[in-house]
């Protein structure tokens, strides 16, 4: 089975702060994917970062950056100089042989 | 500029009603996605497919069934709807290989009365 565990259901940082989200994740794949997925108040699902499970060296998009641990399976996602417009809805997924995704964190950024 | 275009953004429904969603990609992506999205927990895979003509059970299938006659379309459908369905509802597209991105849809948010 393949499962997807985000165990902070809300989170708040102070903008320009540092924040991390947390994520665990199961699969029997050898070979499988995992991203991060971010919701705004639009609804509109936007990629983050993806991470492939068979590079050791960890994702980074600008601002946000992964901390890949392969052997504990956690997958957690930092974003740095948060800013008012990162405030969303962040999934956690994997792909093995199907896309699945975690139950979300709210991350609000207060001014 | 991709595109996953969901046919409503809004539905209201009647219980024991049939219900279709459809939704349409312009990517030529092979595999399609219908997820339905409730407070807490997440999204949850109601089925996918990697083909025209295939479907594959994916961790919610009851009550719901699907079909992708085309490629470039994938429907959802509820066959007499009930009021628990009551949700929103994401189609998203991928190509084959799972190192790429899904690309979403805007959602639709349907009401079972």
């Known amino acids: 089975a393949q499962t997807v565990t985000q165990s902070q259901p809300e989170m708040s940082v102070q903008e320009a702060e540092t924040v991390t989200l947390s994520c665990t994740y199961d699969?029997?794949?050898?070979?499988?994917?995992l991203f991060w997925y971010k919701q705004p108040p639009s609804r509109q699902m936007i990629l983050v970062i993806r991470q492939e499970a068979y590079k050791q060296q960890n994702a980074t998009e600008n601002r946000f950056s992964v901390n890949f641990q392969k052997a504990a399976k956690s997958f957690s996602l930092k974003i740095s100089d948060s800013q008012l417009g990162d405030t969303a809805m962040y999934f956690c997924?994997?792909?093995?042989?199907?896309?699945?995704f975690g139950a979300g964190t709210i991350l609000r950024v207060k001014s | 500029d991709v595109k996953v275009t969901q046919s409503s953004r809004y539905l209201v429904k009647r219980t024991g009603e049939k219900v279709f969603l459809e939704c349409v990609q312009d990517?030529?992506?092979?595999?399609m996605f219908w997820y339905r999205q409730d407070p807490g927990l997440g999204l949850r895979l109601i089925y996918f497919s990697y083909d025209v003509k295939m479907k594959e059970k994916g961790d919610i299938p009851e009550g719901y069934s699907v079909s992708r006659e085309k490629k470039e379309r994938f429907s959802l459908i509820l066959e007499s709807a009930s009021t628990n369905q009551t949700s929103m509802y994401l189609c998203?597209?991928?190509?084959?290989?799972?190192?790429?991105?899904?690309?979403f849809g805007q959602g639709t948010r349907l009401t079972v009365v």
């Open positions: 998203a597209s991928s190509l084959r290989l799972p190192n790429t991105e899904a690309f």
């Open positions: 699969t029997s794949e050898n070979n499988y994917y």
């Open positions: 997924a994997s792909y093995g042989n199907k896309l699945v």
């Open positions: 990517m030529d992506h092979e595999n």
